[in-house]
């Protein structure tokens, strides 16, 4: 009976992700598999693998290596027509005027609140055809509700295409290996049309690591994602590729916001510390979903902020790793619950415990003490700035 009770609990403090029918899988799924993923979330409604080794393992392979990652759960959605450009436009807060064929942007999708629908990677691919690379969150419904009651000639849809990343210090060495010279021409955040083999793809010069990384969009992804994934990962077996998931130690040290954790449809540019110019551009007389919103949040200001903290005491674990289950509470000093720490992690290199809160502005100012409820019990903090690693963001762009 003991035993019986033991097998209930373990299977309560860790429980299993169901694998079935009814979850989609990317085209990438079965082959990034036999890489022995431990850990599964769901994101875009399918399948995405987040671990494989442990988060301290598979952060070092980042930083010193090169890594794999299958992040064909990145939908693309498409936006095509003689009205793409306009559509596009009146879609996100950037100027898409700044936006040249062969270029990729960070945008975010606004609601008439002001609110982050979704942070998209944009892709220009041509004059009037975009790519969406999704963060978690239905806005292929959104767009196409847009489009119906646009009156624009525009099509909207979910294209077969998937990518997948190559990240770390040596990820430019395995491009070279794929795609020749010409790859290293790439500046940051542009892309390039290529063909590998008979695969047709697109390569940017983007990712989510913090670390140089690419991106390799593969066309016609159902049929030839196997391949794909294979061709990439023997030219990386010399450089001593490791196939991981995202790595959210390194996302949170470079200061990269992940959707449904640190922004949110709750959310706004202003809070997040993505109210800058360029990102919310309040440009002449264009019209954009939740401009006007966002003009009087930029005049009224904000009440709270996503600041960087550290946490004394003992590791609040990894985030992928199950430690932290929900968000941990934020007090002031005095004892009164003021916010919430959306992600945290403890960082290998830096050997601290680092991490985002969500507090009022009162208490966004650096140096300002906390007290944070951390999966380990009550932890003092202290308000410090982001990013945490490399914060002029050279490394990528290296």
Avoid at 86 to 103: E, I, K, N, S
Avoid at 122 to 132: D, S
Avoid at 140 to 161: K, P, S
Avoid at 285 to 300: T, Y
Wanted: charged residues 25%; negative net charge.
């Amino acid at each position: 009976m003991s035993q019986v009770i033991e097998s209930i609990e373990h299977r309560q403090a860790a429980p299993e992700i169901l694998l079935y029918p009814r979850i989609r899988k990317s085209p990438f799924f079965y082959a990034s598999r036999r890489h022995g993923v431990r850990k599964y979330s769901v994101y875009n409604h399918h399948y995405h693998p987040r671990l494989y080794t442990d988060p301290v393992d598979e952060y070092w392979a980042l930083v010193q290596g090169v890594t794999l990652w299958d992040v064909g759960v990145e939908r693309q959605i498409e936006i095509s027509g003689t009205d793409a450009f306009a559509f596009t436009q009146m879609l996100v807060p950037r100027d898409m005027r700044q936006c040249q064929v062969g270029q990729c942007k960070y945008v975010f999708v606004t609601a008439p609140d002001g609110g982050i629908i979704n942070d998209p990677v944009l892709l220009r691919i041509e004059e009037n055809r975009f790519w969406l690379s999704l963060a978690d969150s239905d806005v292929l419904l959104w767009c196409q509700g847009l489009a119906y009651h646009a009156g624009m000639d525009v099509t909207i849809r979910e294209v077969d295409v998937a990518p997948v990343q190559v990240q770390g210090p040596k990820a430019k060495q395995v491009m070279l290996d794929l795609f020749g010279e010409r790859v290293l021409e790439i500046p940051y955040y542009h892309l390039m049309e290529a063909a590998l083999d008979d695969m047709s793809v697109v390569v940017s010069r983007t990712g989510y690591s913090g670390e140089i990384g690419y991106e390799i969009y593969l066309r016609d992804a159902t049929r030839h994602g196997e391949r794909l994934w294979q061709r990439v990962f023997e030219a990386g077996r010399p450089h001593q590729m490791q196939v991981i998931g995202p790595c959210h130690i390194r996302r949170i040290e470079g200061g990269i916001l992940a959707f449904g954790c640190d922004i949110w449809y709750d959310t706004n540019p202003f809070e997040v510390g993505m109210g800058y110019d360029w990102m919310v551009d309040l440009r002449g007389d264009d019209d954009f979903i939740g401009r006007a919103a966002l003009e009087r949040i930029k005049a009224e200001g904000v009440s709270r902020k996503l600041v960087g903290v550290e946490i004394e005491g003992p590791s609040v674990g990894y985030f992928t790793d199950g430690s932290m289950i929900d968000v941990f509470p934020v007090y002031d000093t005095a004892g009164e619950r003021i916010g919430k720490v959306t992600s945290a992690t403890h960082s290998p290199r830096q050997d601290r415990n680092i991490g985002y809160a969500m507090v009022p502005t009162a208490q966004a100012e650096l140096g300002t003490p906390l007290r944070i409820e951390a999966n380990t019990g009550m932890q003092d903090a202290v308000v410090v700035p982001k990013p945490f690693h490399d914060p002029r963001k050279e490394i990528p762009k290296g």
